[in-house]
């Protein structure tokens, strides 16, 4: 029973501390364009690479 002495506030700073890392995480816009990224993979290039583009071996 002694342990709990330790644990209950040990595990009450990692929530606060998951919790401050989650709103940083929001309000610093990490998850404004989910979507974005995921279609830009996808997206065909329709310019084909110019001579200059090439890399010489």
Avoid: C, T, Y
Wanted: net charge negative; proline share 11%.
């Amino acid at each position: 029973m002694d342990i709990l002495i330790l644990l209950i506030p040990l595990s009450l700073v990692l929530v606060g501390i998951i919790a401050w890392v989650m709103l940083w995480a929001v309000r610093s816009g990490q998850f404004d364009d989910l979507e974005g990224p995921a279609h830009s993979i996808v997206m065909d290039d329709d310019n084909p690479p110019k001579a200059d583009d090439v890399p010489k071996p």
